[in-house]
T-cell receptor
Framework: KAGVTQTPRYLIKTRGQQVTLSCSPI?????VSWYQQTPGQGLQFLFE???????NKGNFPGRFSGRQFSNSRSEMNVSTLELGDSALYLC??????????FGPGTRLTVL | DAKTTQPPSMDCAEGRAANLPCNHS???????VYWYRQIHSQGPQYIIH???NNETNEMASLIITEDRKSSTLILPHATLRDTAVYYC???????????????FGKGTKLSVKP
């Protein structure tokens, strides 16, 4: 069974731009969560989607948004990028329990 | 905030058992103990979880004290590939529910040395 995939793996943007990251969950997993990882703040939860609906949200500004499609694939978008948005963005999918399967992440660098 | 306390780093000799401690003195009766690890530049990987009984799988063993205020993850024969940051997380079971978020602390950086 294929794991969680994320695209692109690496991305360089400049301040003020926007970015869209993509996540394909494991087949049959309907829940997708997004996390941000930085050296200073560690791993922080962004939001979770289930059946195309956001049902849990972390403490991030409105510049961070996401969506989920009917095939459970998910995208997250960051608008008006800031230098502090440079991070590893991780996506995780799960079935109905707490065992989350993480993708390899997208490394975003904002210049 | 994370409800667990872990040592920031530990060393282990290759082939020996690695014992990673975790304190969770405020754990509630319905909260499980989960362990994940993150190898450099990869996504976290689930290892094991338990409620109050000791658990074992192909990767590790989890020993939870009787009062449930602390636990130990045991890698029985550590290899160089086990070098990673290990996270101990406590949370309620959320089967089919809406609490998909994991709250990560800073974890323990385990270095397995030849």
């Amino acid at each position: 069974k294929a794991g969680v995939t994320q695209t692109p793996r690496y991305l360089i943007k400049t301040r003020g731009q926007q970015v869209t990251l993509s996540c394909s969950p494991i087949s049959g997993h309907r829940s997708v969560s997004w996390y941000q990882q930085t050296p200073g703040q560690g791993l922080q939860f962004l939001f979770e989607y289930f059946s195309e609906t956001q049902r849990n949200k972390g403490n991030f500004p409105g510049r961070f948004s996401g969506r989920q499609f009917s095939n459970s694939r998910s995208e997250m978008n960051v608008s008006t990028l800031e230098l502090g948005d440079s991070a590893l963005y991780l996506c995780a999918s799960r079935r109905d329990d707490n065992e989350q399967f993480f993708g390899p992440g997208t490394r975003l660098t904002v210049l | 905030d994370a409800k667990t306390t872990q040592p920031p780093s530990m060393d282990c000799a290759e082939g020996r058992a690695a014992n990673l401690p975790c304190n969770h003195s405020t754990i509630s009766g319905n909260e499980y103990v989960y362990w994940y690890r993150q190898i450099h530049s990869q996504g976290p990987q689930y290892i094991i979880h338990g409620l109050k009984n000791n658990e074992t799988n192909e990767m590790a063993s989890l020993i939870i004290t009787e009062d449930r205020k602390s636990s130990t993850l045991i890698l029985p024969h550590a290899t160089l590939r086990d070098t990673a940051v290990y996270y101990c997380i406590v949370r309620v079971a959320d089967y089919g529910g809406s609490q998909g978020n994991l709250i990560f602390g800073k974890g323990t950086k385990l270095s397995v040395k030849p």
